[in-house]
């Protein structure tokens, strides 16, 4: 979730949101989510609420946030959807999406906000692969468990740093042994695999001819 505030974006209230409710992919339940508790502690915190609120999506979209704005008593915050397709925007009191021209200023600063969410989005969501497959990695290493990852990853930040920390720098993590610090390293930069010495390869290729003379068979 971005933030827009007095003509450009603040990344510090930028929000990123982990799905813990919704099983498998339902947009219209994972947005109602996210807005829920995002709401939800705003109010509890008494946080400044936003002027308005800009979905990612059409009509469908658009009521879903609707009925969570209703159920937190703020549906006096205005709500619009832009959908990406047709680059329309839904209203809730309007039955027919508002098309506005192509160069008009106002939709220019509502693609820009819906278009960073996407870069934010995006981002988060290759930096959790990132993280999930380098984690499942370290579980195949012999030696390493539960105990063991967790202070690597507490240690060095994040998932990406273990792999490209140097023999040292694991050594140097509570509960890791040079020796495994060593094993750790190795499995991410295994070494390259030396190519046969061609002078040597001659000598003992089968396929070239015997001295003058001599039995070749």
Known sequence: MVVWENGGMKKDDYKRFRIRTVAGADDFASMAEVLTRRFAKALEQ???????????????????????????G???????????????????E?????VLDPTSPALHTLQ????????????????????RTIQSVLDTIPGIGPSIRTSLLKTLGSARRVRD???AELAAVPKVTPKLAQRIFDHFHPPAELEPDPLIDCYN????????????T
């Open 46 to 72: 008494g946080s400044v609420l936003p002027d308005l609120v800009l979905i990612d999506g059409g009509r469908g979209q658009l009521n879903a946030a609707l009925k969570v704005l209703q159920d937190l």
């Open 74 to 92: 703020l549906d006096y915050i205005p709500a619009v959807g832009l959908a990406k397709q047709a680059e329309e925007v839904y209203q809730p």
């Open 94 to 98: 309007r039955l027919h999406p508002l």
């Open 112 to 131: 820009r906000i819906r278009d960073e969410a996407h870069r934010f989005a995006i981002t988060y969501h290759k930096k959790l692969r990132s993280k």
């Open 165 to 167: 920390s140097s023999v």
């Open 205 to 216: 290729d089968q396929s070239q001819p015997g001295p003058k003379g001599a039995d070749s």
